[in-house]
């Protein structure tokens, strides 16, 4: 018997993921709206339709990708072209970086000068504009002929589709939906309910005990009477000025205008309806004249003809906002059976449906989807505080430029490690990552450049954009490392206890090495999905028999194992980041530098790699785990919290005599890279099986069974595989996502890259070909600029290991 999906929302994601899931077999489909069908009342009754491919994400061009063609394929895109211009040198570069990333994910993308500007749209003023960014494949969607076309597909193969019916009550029994109420007092029986009621999504979410952390704000549209200068006929290109926030598109011989530059206006759904009562619909409030004017300005000054016509309409649309920008996607952990698909632009409408589709229906997607993931919040990016503050700065930055490594200026200092006052008072610049307070490099260590420079290690200029949120300090700090002995604050990287007589069989049966070895053993170890793609790396301590801590990624972790756990209460798991702290002491002098306080035999083979001990530092109980992520010989040393800054004092003074640094990420990021270390996430997902991602070594095949083994068992050898390449010109730097050419075609992309202070040169991983191996030749495009390099074989730094196992 099919399972009874119930999907509330008749937008264009409800429709859509109709569509998609009647694809896949599964006909007992019911979509239910609160307004009329198909142009419902809410966002997808008003939007632009502007769908611009190019992100800096790779799952959000793919989604968007997705959407063009299938939108096409139901004749409600129109293929006019996108085209992006520059009024400010930054923004120029900018657009570069916007080929780079459309050339990485496959988009086709031109820089065009002023003059070819104008020959796309002739009402630019060419003056104005230092040149622009064409996507010839980019357009305008009929969002609501999209969703009606969807939704006939779907009812031709038994969905139905109610308007005018509100969802009132999500209904349950022992963990799992059963259905839904309406407002006249129907229940509709259901196996699956999904919520794809756009801003109504958070409310729908708080029904059943679910944060939905979205934000409703309202965006300024208008478009203007007839433009003389427009003949009616003409199909121009969707056209972006985000130097001044504003968007256009043409509506015959009138031009619709989007403003972002206003005063962010989060929506107040207590008061919507009344608030809406005299617009057109619930997702329209009314206009607010002052806020456009600088708009309007900026308008007549990049398309001069707009003075020859006036505003003819006006409103407020509401559109859904996150703290990240992404949308929301996935299954309440606590009700089994509700799913969200919120927070979705059209843009990618098409794409998210498919993905979730696939997710509800086969257990698994063919794209990675962690960046939307409803999980990916931690506790604290829940509270309603932060999801407010985060998401009205998404709305601020939509059309911002973004530096990678900028990170959010509030809220701030909500997560420190014990050890953040000494940070501080080793002038520590910091970046925030999982609202932690990440030592980036210390202001501290910039006497060290002059030593380490006079010991041969360079310090290439860089150019403002590589520049920024960066300190050569931080090579210094790398080269110390390797040389001397440095302390790393990795409090942040998450920590579970996993315990219970069924510990050992759960972590064996959900990962792919042999974590089932003595107590003191520490393995390195993945989690695959259904599919046998990457979705995390551990490290994994068996401290006792029945104990074991697991060092992980994030929240989604902690989701997966939740989701697993097993019934009969074998097994316990605790989130113990927050209460613990460690300290990564690494470097040739770190025996020396920890030795004399600690009562154990610290020696190679007192403690061997990749072992753990409990035991204590001076007065402190601590955990000692003999891993590097660096490469060098060391430990990492974990306390509580209570213990975290006693710890720190313990070890700075131990390393006096050693000139023990502290040393930030940067440092660590580059020494990281050196050895051929990878990070979940940024070099690989679960779009990457182990063999690809060259993680192959932390898979046991000849484990009766783990989570993915079947499909690793008859998967074919990869067709693309991460590979290390180094760039051939000293000062180059790249930074990730750029595109990697090989004989002059595009062949994949950069991940992640960083400076090696031991080599002197920029290393960088990068998804290649299976052929394209050591030695061969490639080019990155960095902005402007065309740098080559040669593939290497891993790991370019230490590749016997023996700085590890003194």
């Known amino acids: 018997m099919q399972p009874r999906v119930v999907i509330i929302g008749a937008g264009i994601v409800g429709t859509a993921l109709a569509d998609e899931i009647t694809r896949l077999g599964w006909t007992e489909v019911t979509v239910l709206d609160r307004g009329p069908l198909f142009r419902t009342g809410g966002s997808t009754s008003h939007a632009p339709g502007l769908v611009f491919q190019t992100n800096s994400s790779k799952t959000m061009a793919e989604l968007a990708r997705y959407t063009v063609e299938k939108f096409g394929a139901l004749d409600a895109f129109d293929t006019v072209g996108g085209l992006e211009v520059a009024t400010t040198p930054e923004r120029?570069?900018?657009?570069?970086?916007?080929?780079?990333?459309?050339?990485a994910w496959g988009i086709e993308a031109e820089i065009l000068d002023p003059a070819a500007c104008v020959e796309l749209h002739p009402m630019l003023d060419a003056d104005r504009i230092l040149g622009g960014l064409h996507t010839p494949t980019d357009g305008l969607a009929a969002a609501v002929r999209a969703a009606e076309r969807q939704a006939d597909a779907a009812a031709d193969r038994g969905a139905r589709f109610i308007g005018y019916c509100e969802v009132v009550e999500v209904l349950s029994a022992h963990g799992r939906v059963t259905g839904v109420r309406t407002r006249d007092g129907q229940e509709l029986p259901a196996d699956i309910v999904v919520s794809a009621a756009g801003f109504w999504g958070a409310e729908l979410g708080r029904g059943v005990g679910l944060t939905v952390p979205l934000v409703p704000m309202a965006h300024q549209f208008v478009k203007t009477g007839a433009v003389p200068a427009l003949d009616g006929d003409e199909r121009l290109p969707i056209l972006r000025h985000q130097d001044a926030d504003l968007y256009y598109r043409t509506f015959g011989d009138r031009i619709g205008i989007g403003y972002y530059g206003h005063t962010p206006r989060p929506v107040d759904m207590e008061n919507l309806l009344r608030d809406t009562a005299g617009e057109a619909m619930p997702s329209m409030l009314p206009f607010t004249p002052a806020e456009f004017e600088p708009a309007w300005a900026a308008s007549l000054e990049l398309l001069p003809a707009l003075g020859d016509t006036a505003i003819d309409e006006a409103f407020d649309g509401i559109f859904s906002f996150t703290p990240d920008g992404f949308p929301i996607l996935g299954e309440h952990r606590d009700l089994a059976g509700f799913w969200v698909a919120e927070a979705v632009w059209v843009t990618h409408s098409a794409g998210v449906a498919r993905a979730v589709a696939r997710w509800i229906v086969d257990g698994s997607t063919d794209i990675d989807l962690h960046e939307a993931d409803l999980y990916r919040f931690e506790e604290a990016a829940r509270s309603p505080e932060f999801i407010r503050r985060t998401s009205v700065q998404a709305f601020?930055?939509?059309?911002?430029?973004?530096?990678?490594?900028?990170?959010?200026?509030e809220p701030r200092d909500v997560r420190t490690s014990p050890f953040h006052a000494r940070q501080r008072e080793l002038?520590?610049?910091?970046?925030?990552?999982?609202?932690?307070?990440?030592?980036?490099?210390?202001?501290?260590?910039?006497?060290?450049?002059?030593?380490v420079a006079a010991q041969g290690v360079a310090f290439p200029e860089r150019d403002s954009w590589s520049g920024a949120f960066y300190s050569p300090i931080s090579i210094a700090e790398a080269a110390w490392t390797r040389t001397h002995v440095a302390m790393f604050d990795m409090t942040p990287l998450t920590r579970y206890e996993v315990s219970g007589a069924g510990a050992a069989a759960f972590l064996q049966e959900l990962t792919t090495n042999d974590v089932a070895k003595k107590p003191g053993s520490v393995t390195y170890t993945l989690l695959l999905d259904a599919n046998g793609g990457v979705r995390s790396d551990l490290t994994v301590a068996r401290l006792e028999e029945n104990l074991f801590q697991v060092g992980a990624n994030g929240p989604l972790d902690f989701d997966w194992f939740t989701r697993h756990l097993p019934g009969d209460g074998s097994v316990a798991l605790r989130d113990i980041t927050g209460g613990t702290c460690c300290v990564g002491v690494w470097g040739p002098s770190a025996r020396e530098m920890v030795q004399p306080v600690c009562p154990d035999n610290l020696s190679h083979k007192g403690f061997g790699y990749f072992k753990a001990k409990r035991t204590y530092l001076g007065s402190i109980p601590v955990t000692m785990m003999r891993v590097s992520y660096v490469g060098e010989l060391g430990w990492e040393i974990y306390t509580s919290a209570e213990?975290?800054?006693?710890?720190?004092?313990?070890?700075?003074?131990?390393?006096?005599?050693?000139?023990?640094?502290?040393?930030g990420r940067i440092a660590f990021n580059s020494l990281r890279i050196e050895k051929g270390y990878r990070s979940w996430g940024t070099d690989m997902t679960t779009e990457h099986t182990p063999e690809a991602a060259g993680l192959g070594f932390a898979v046991r095949m000849s484990k009766p069974e783990f989570l993915g083994k079947k499909v690793l068992e008859s998967a074919e050898p990869p067709g693309r595989v991460l590979r290390t390449v180094m760039l051939d010109d000293p000062a180059a730097v790249v930074l990730g996502k750029e595109p990697v050419f090989v004989n002059g075609e595009v062949a994949g992309y950069v991940t992640s890259a960083g400076y090696s202070a031991t080599v002197g040169r920029t290393l960088c991983y990068a998804w290649l070909p299976a052929p394209v191996g050591p030695g061969d030749e490639v080019e990155i495009s960095y902005l402007t600029e065309r740098f080559t390099g040669r593939v290497r074989t891993e790991p370019v730094v230490d590749p016997e290991m023996a700085r590890i196992r003194r």
């Open 396 to 409: 601020v930055e939509v059309y911002d430029i973004i530096h990678p490594h900028q990170y959010r200026s």
């Open 643 to 663: 213990h975290g800054a006693a710890l720190w004092d313990l070890l700075w003074e131990a390393g006096r005599e050693h000139r023990v640094i502290a040393a």
């Open 92 to 103: 120029w570069t900018e657009l570069h970086r916007r080929r780079g990333w459309a050339q």
């Open 427 to 451: 002038g520590a610049f910091f970046y925030e990552g999982a609202l932690w307070e990440r030592p980036a490099w210390y202001e501290a260590n910039a006497p060290l450049m002059d030593e």
